[in-house]
T-cell receptor, first 112, second 110 residues
Framework: SQTIHQWPATLVQPVGSPLSLECTVE??????LYWYRQAAGRGLQLLFY??????ISSEVPQNLSASRPQDRQFILSSKKLLLSDSGFYLC???????????FGNGTRLTVT | TQLLEQSPQFLSIQEGENLTVYCNSS?????LQWYRQEPGEGPVLLVT?????EVKKLKRLTFQFGDARKDSSLHITAAQPGDTGLYLC??????????FGAGTTVTVRA
């Protein structure tokens, strides 16, 4: 069966520090991968998606970036965090367009 | 602007009551998905509706896809505290990009 791992679960970082959130998927190959951000109790904002290694599409041009160095690995990064980057970050995968998303348990990021 | 509008934003009811959550758009979707999310966790898929006018039942939950495939509703019969959570609808206007509504927070009081 397929599983998705996302870490860390919580993170507190000072403004201006770098960020690296990692997500890996097991049990499938060539998944579509996604990073979403969620404000408290609200909907999901799509940040990045990838349909293959090295292929990244950005939906929200901010000080965040994403990379896919391996087929089942998706990384969200920032060189310098802003207060507004605080939120709940969710990684997700699916097999093809139109199929449902499978989410990780998220990372709660607090920028102080 | 939100591609998918959900209403109401918040819903608090007593155990045993019924509730309906709506998901509306001006766009046509080939399918819509409904997810439920509990605090501190990722959303989990409840159902996918594909055909205009389709009705799907999942125990006490009934999902309907509008005839024009622009809207959907979720009806819960005899709600229980375990139904508490954030309900999200999602649709795919373009390949690979699943867009979510802002969600409805449902609280069922015992």
């Amino acid at each position: 069966s397929q599983t998705i791992h996302q870490w860390p679960a919580t993170l507190v970082q000072p403004v201006g520090s770098p960020l690296s959130l990692e997500c890996t998927v097991e049990g499938t190959s060539n998944p579509n991968l996604y990073w979403y951000r969620q404000a408290a109790g609200r909907g999901l904002q799509l940040l990045f998606y990838s349909v293959g290694i090295g292929q990244i599409s950005s939906e929200v041009p901010q000080n965040l970036s994403a990379s896919r160095p391996q087929d089942r690995q998706f990384i969200l990064s920032s060189k310098k965090l802003l207060l507004s980057d605080s939120g709940f970050y969710l990684c997700a995968w699916r097999s093809t367009g139109g199929s449902p998303l499978h989410f990780g348990n998220g990372t709660r990021l607090t920028v102080t | 602007t939100q591609l998918l509008e959900q209403s109401p934003q918040f819903l608090s009811i007593q155990e045993g009551e019924n509730l309906t959550v709506y998901c509306n758009s001006s766009s046509v979707f080939s399918s819509l998905q409904w997810y439920r999310q509990e605090p501190g966790e990722g959303p989990v898929l409840l159902v996918t509706v594909v055909t205009g006018g389709e009705v799907k039942k999942l125990k006490r939950l009934t999902f309907q896809f509008g005839d024009a495939r622009k809207d959907s509703s979720l009806h819960i019969t005899a709600a229980q505290p375990g139904d508490t959570g954030l309900y999200l609808c999602a649709g795919e206007p373009n390949d690979y990009k699943l867009s979510f509504g802002a969600g409805t927070t449902v609280t069922v009081r015992a």
